[in-house]
């Protein structure tokens, strides 16, 4: 969905809130300007666009369709997986997270098209090439379309990599805490053999690295998301 229809979106959820508030001061009034426009208008127009909206972040609208796409072609699959708890939700604050981090990044970033042409083919391989062209028909999208919503992806996922990728130190009793708390008790939970620390600790470490920037990330975020201005229709959780 292009941005000038996601526009007019939030135009129109904007008008849907403030006209709850002017019923009661201009009723008589509002109803009769409402009985002329639901004669000339479609009766479902305006609902079905009011309902196509998922969430407003800081005015720019995230639809249900972009809900739709992110499940469909798995921009999150590595993320969770699909049936998870409240899936649709998780993919709808992955994409308000998405939408806040590149609006107060002054970052200039630049997606080269091989890049976006990469990810086309691993959707490709996923889904079949076949599969893949069907969902975006019934989307009335094209390959363009998607790789605008990858484009996005790419930009928010090298914002986080540029600010969280480095700096990040774990100790040696960091290493060997995770070993002797977490990591042996699993292997003999398994009935398995823990293999010794000293063989470990790149791996270990690593995993301890990936902790400590997920957890920097959700600090952020959450500092960030404190200071947007955020509106989640809920009633898109029940639609299918």
Do not use: C
């Not at 196509?52 to 800081?58: E, G, M």
Request: net charge neutral.
């Amino acid at each position: 969905m292009n941005q000038e229809k996601k526009e007019r979106l939030y135009f129109l959820l904007q008008s849907e809130m403030s006209s709850k508030k002017m019923l009661k001061m201009w009723r008589p009034v509002v109803i009769v300007f409402l009985a002329v426009i639901l004669l000339l208008i479609p009766a479902n127009s305006f609902s079905e666009e009011i309902d196509s909206i998922a969430a407003v972040v800081n005015e720019q609208v995230i639809t249900l369709t972009d809900m739709r796409v992110a499940e469909t072609f798995g921009f999150y699959s590595n993320e969770f997986k699909e049936g998870a708890k409240n899936f649709r939700l998780l993919i709808l604050e992955k994409l308000i997270d998405q939408k806040l981090v590149i609006q107060l990044s002054s970052e200039e970033i630049n997606i080269k098209k091989e890049e976006l042409d990469f990810l086309i083919n691993e959707i490709n391989n996923k889904m079949g090439s076949e599969i893949a062209a069907g969902k975006l028909e019934e989307f009335g999208m094209d390959w363009d379309d998607l790789r605008e919503y990858l484009r996005e992806k790419m930009i928010y996922q090298t914002i986080i990599s540029r600010k969280f990728g480095h700096g990040n130190i774990v100790s040696l009793k960091e290493i060997g805490d995770y070993y002797n708390q977490i990591y042996v008790p699993s292997k003999r939970e398994k009935g398995e053999e823990p293999q010794p620390m000293m063989e470990l600790l790149e791996e270990i470490e690593s995993v301890l690295k990936q902790e400590k920037v997920a957890a920097q990330i959700k600090d952020w975020i959450k500092n960030l998301r404190k200071k947007a201005d955020i509106q989640i229709k809920k009633r898109v959780m029940t639609k299918k």
